[in-house]
């Protein structure tokens, strides 16, 4: 039987074990797809190599143009100068906006994009455009991806001659499982097999859990590192503790904060009304956006090296900028970002139990990682000196999807330098909507993975026969803060007095990240459960999830409502 | 919310929880290398079913899980976590190391807290209360995964020719006080090592025993203060037959638990090492009386086994 083209992650049950039958065959390659730029790397035996594409490129712009019929993404196609991806045919920063609703702020902010970003405000997938032609062309970024996606795969199929099937995708530490399924599904889409989705900082802690093993064969001491990595849309931070090539996360925390967040800062400080240029959405206005954009670009740029910076650009329609910026400047309006990126270190530390001084090694990695401010505040919050040197800041990311791709497709080095091994932990909390309309955690964040918890519920109704089993994910204490994964309902619960019936409800996560969620009805002085289980994967939930919550509310209201059992412990 | 796996297993899902399986699926590779590594050691004490039986029991003891001695120090629980899951995370063995991983995660985030561990301790303290903690130093302590089988040294048949500590001086260590050896470190060297020097035993009181049996010959091998009577008596002593008063005393404790377990609503009652020493004298007693020479006992013991032994 010939090999599929491509897999569909489906939507409902896709078992772990088909996930893993098809993949000990073949070295899976990692790929990086970051806000900004995209690198493939691979193990080729020895080491990891990074592929380049024919333009002798390692790194590639994560942008799809629209010119013609055939979309091109960055990968092949060259570009005449940095203006033309801002003609209003390009579409890029689709991995701030993949998997999120219109209502999302992330998805407000990227209007100021020089494409057309569409948002109704009712919880829907935003309506994404390219100009082609004067014709606004509908895309998602599901598409966008995995155009892209298409043109790495070939790039590295040229490269390694051999077909490409497996890839393990690093992905940002703040991504709900919502995200993750469109990532897939973009991946599925290009004809990809997701071996696995690892958070950014816990890749490069592969990498750095590798160079520690090399180091020191057999000392057994562990070393505790913190990564902080902060790219182009997203700030991740992970605590990891290495010893022996497994590398151990303790903690990890994310945020959807960027250096597109420091760019649009900057933007509206050179410009006030910014924003108000993009409302007529006319091809002058693109363009004037576009300018400022690549101007502001490349003065954030010219910022890492020298103080200040001359922005001299004639936006076109009559405004012209010419200001000198310096870098305090620069620091001031991006000054809440700096805060959240601190907030984010300390939160993560005190998930991980770690104190400063335990920490051996701070590693500041991604694109942001070149300006100063990013560099001084990781090592004030952290107490450190200095840095760890060894590593490159641009490729340790997809160096490490390499590593996890050649472990977990089952290889092995005759020097033991793949003889890694990352245990991952939930970087959100999940639970379910209990007690009214607050979000119950049964998993809570950096749990180590696999894991598998639960907890005792029952109803809030005498003789109430039903209950609805809401599963969020996320931090906040209501719902609403949350992401809705998926819901369904337990039925048959026999006729009793609230609080009689026990609900046990039991989230599993296997080591792909599989999440199930199981609930049964269990009667008092009964070990075997009511009626049989019901087992989920999650998340089910589609496009247009922003709805559901609300929808089941108002059909419901609180008549399937449950509350948690105390127990003691 | 201390609700674990056991809970689970109450609702019939799919194959996902079944522990004894994953445990039998990675013991057996270890059952091969032993029947082939070691023909001379014929004598077993139990039969593997009873091993995959007690698996389920031993999910329970997390030091057993992770194979570290309950007084290990956190540095040593980190490491053998780590080499746990470099063999069994699903990374590596693929899903079936998915339900054992579970449990090591669990196991490893009950020893690492303090409070959760004193809390464990006690609620297992009925068990380490019998042979262990009265005997802390002079029990073998684990390197790597548990194992269906450890090794135990005869300390009676033993001539102090300090073979074994020559061949495998990470597992054995030699007892100067006694002038016998003893297992320190289970599995402490590579297999090679350990089969040479079970083989170079020149009195073959080197023995493979099923790892339940183990905490108890290793409490019963101990020499206990001997109460005198005037200027007779007094001193040390340690049963003769060491294996026979380890059948009896299993079999009181597991007389004692079924009567326990029959009275499922009194209270548990704790064994003090007290108790478990005089019933150890006890069996001791009876063994003495059935035994003449200590080789020919023993050799009878080889080829007549008792627990009902299967051929396979």
């Known amino acids: 039987m010939a090999e599929p083209a491509y897999t569909v992650a489906s939507d409902s049950e896709t078992t772990g074990e088909e996930k893993l039958s098809a993949t000990f065959s073949e070295t899976a390659i990692g790929i990086d797809i970051g806000t900004s730029q995209c690198s493939v790397a691979v193990w080729n035996g020895s080491q990891v190599e990074l592929l380049k594409n024919t333009r002798n490129q390692k790194m590639m712009r994560s942008y799809v143009t629209f010119k013609d019929e055939n979309p091109s993404g960055g990968v092949s196609s060259q570009l005449a100068n940095e203006q033309d991806v801002l003609s209003g045919a390009a579409i890029f920063n689709m991995k701030r906006l993949i998997g999120r609703v219109d209502t999302d702020p992330v998805v407000h902010s990227s209007k100021s994009l020089p494409f057309l970003v569409q948002t109704l405000g009712i919880g829907v997938r935003p309506l994404i455009a390219a100009l082609v032609n004067n014709v606004w062309r509908s895309t998602t970024p599901e598409e966008v991806v995995a155009i892209f996606l298409v043109e790495l795969k070939a790039m590295a199929e040229i490269r390694l001659k051999r077909p490409i099937k497996n890839v393990v995708l690093t992905i940002p530490a703040s991504f709900s499982r919502f995200q993750l399924t469109r990532i897939e599904r973009a991946c599925a889409m290009a004809g990809l097999h997701v071996l696995r989705l690892m958070p950014e900082p816990t890749a490069v802690a592969l990498l750095y859990a590798q160079q520690n093993a090399s180091q020191n064969t057999n000392t057994g001491s562990e070393k505790i590192a913190l990564i902080f990595n902060m790219g182009a849309g997203y700030c991740d931070v992970a605590v990891t503790a290495t010893a022996g090539g497994v590398s151990q996360i303790k903690a990890l925390a994310g945020s959807a904060i960027g250096g597109e967040d420091l760019l649009q800062n900057m933007m509206r400080h050179l410009l006030p009304d910014s924003e108000s240029l993009l409302t007529s959405c006319g091809l002058d206005d693109i363009k004037s956006v576009g300018l400022l954009r690549v101007a502001t670009q490349e003065a954030i740029h010219s910022l890492s090296s020298q103080t200040n910076v001359q922005v001299d650009v004639d936006l076109g329609n009559g405004t012209k900028i010419c200001k000198v910026v310096d870098r305090g400047e620069f620091e001031e309006v991006n000054q809440d970002v700096f805060d959240k990126c601190a907030s984010l270190i300390i939160q993560c530390l005190h998930d991980a139990k770690v104190d400063t001084e335990d920490v051996s090694d701070v590693i500041v990695v991604g694109g942001c990682s070149y300006i100063p401010k990013i560099k001084s505040l990781v090592m004030s919050t952290c107490k450190k000196q200095e840095l760890y040197k060894g590593m490159n800041p641009l490729e340790a990311a997809v160096s490490g999807a390499a590593l996890e791709g050649a472990v977990a497709s089952g290889l092995s080095d005759p020097f033991g330098s793949l003889d890694l091994l990352t245990i991952q932990a939930t970087p959100l909390a999940i639970g379910i909507r209990a007690d009214g309309n607050n979000f119950v955690p049964i998993i809570p964040r950096s749990t180590t993975m696999p894991a598998q918890k639960d907890l005792i519920f029952t109803t809030a109704h005498d003789n109430q026969a039903e209950a609805l089993i809401i599963v969020y994910e996320g931090e906040g204490k209501k719902v609403e803060e949350n992401h809705l994964l998926g819901y369904f309902k337990i039925t048959g619960i026999p006729l009793a007095p609230k609080g009689v019936p026990e609900i046990r409800v039991i989230l599993d996560i296997d080591a792909s990240s599989v999440l199930r969620v199981l609930a049964g009805v269990l009667m008092p002085g009964s070990h075997q459960p009511v009626n049989p289980v019901m087992g989920v994967r999650m998340p089910t939930v589609d496009d247009g999830h922003g709805w559901c919550a609300e929808a089941l509310n108002r059909v419901y209201g609180s008549t399937l409502d449950l509350v948690t059992v105390q127990r003691k412990i | ?312």
């Not at chain 2, 053998?80 to 699903?90: D, I, M, S, T, V």
């Not at chain 2, 042979?131 to 390197?143: A, K, Q």
């Not at chain 2, 289970?186 to 790892?211: A, R």
């Not at chain 2, 299993?250 to 478990?276: C, D, I, L, M, Y």
């Open chain 2, 1 to 312: 919310m201390s609700v674990s796996a056991v809970s689970i297993s109450q609702f019939s899902l799919p194959k996902a929880f079944q522990v004894e399986d994953h445990f039998t699926a990675i013991s057996k590779p270890i059952w091969r290398w032993r029947r082939q590594g070691c023909p001379a050691s014929r004598f077993r004490c139990g039969k593997r079913e009873a091993w995959k039986m007690k698996a389920t029991n031993m999910g329970k003891n997390y030091y057993e899980l992770l194979g570290v001695s309950v007084d290990s120090n956190a540095q040593k629980i980190k490491q053998a976590y780590r080499n746990l899951q470099k063999k069994y995370h699903p990374d590596v063995a693929g899903q079936e190391g998915h339900e054992y991983t579970l449990k090591l995660n669990e196991a490893y985030k009950v020893l690492m807290r303090e409070n959760l561990r004193k809390e464990y301790d006690a609620s297992i303290g009925e068990m380490r209360g019998n042979y262990s903690s009265s005997s802390l130093g002079r029990t073998s302590s684990w390197n790597g995964p548990l194992r269906p089988q450890g090794l135990f040294v005869d300390e009676n048949a033993c001539i102090g020719c300090r073979e074994c500590v020559h061949h495998a001086s990470s597992t054995f260590i030699f007892d100067e006080a006694l002038g016998c050896a003893r297992v320190k470190l289970q599995y402490g060297d590579d297999e090679q090592k350990i089969e040479v020097s079970v083989d170079s035993c020149p009195v073959n009181c080197i023995h493979w025993v099923e790892n339940e049996e183990l905490p108890v010959l290793e409490f019963l091998i101990q020499p206990q203060p001997k109460e005198g009577f005037g200027i007779f008596g007094g001193g040390w002593e340690r049963p003769a037959n060491v294996f026979m008063a380890a059948k009896s005393f299993n079999k009181q404790t597991h007389n004692e638990n079924h009567g326990r377990n029959s009275r499922a609503s009194t209270v548990e009652e704790e064994e003090t090492p007290a108790q478990a020493k005089a019933r150890a004298d006890a069996s001791r007693k009876i063994n003495m009386e059935a035994a003449s020479g200590l080789f020919s006992r023993f050799w009878q013991w080889q080829n007549k086994p008792f627990w009902g032994e299967k051929e396979e």
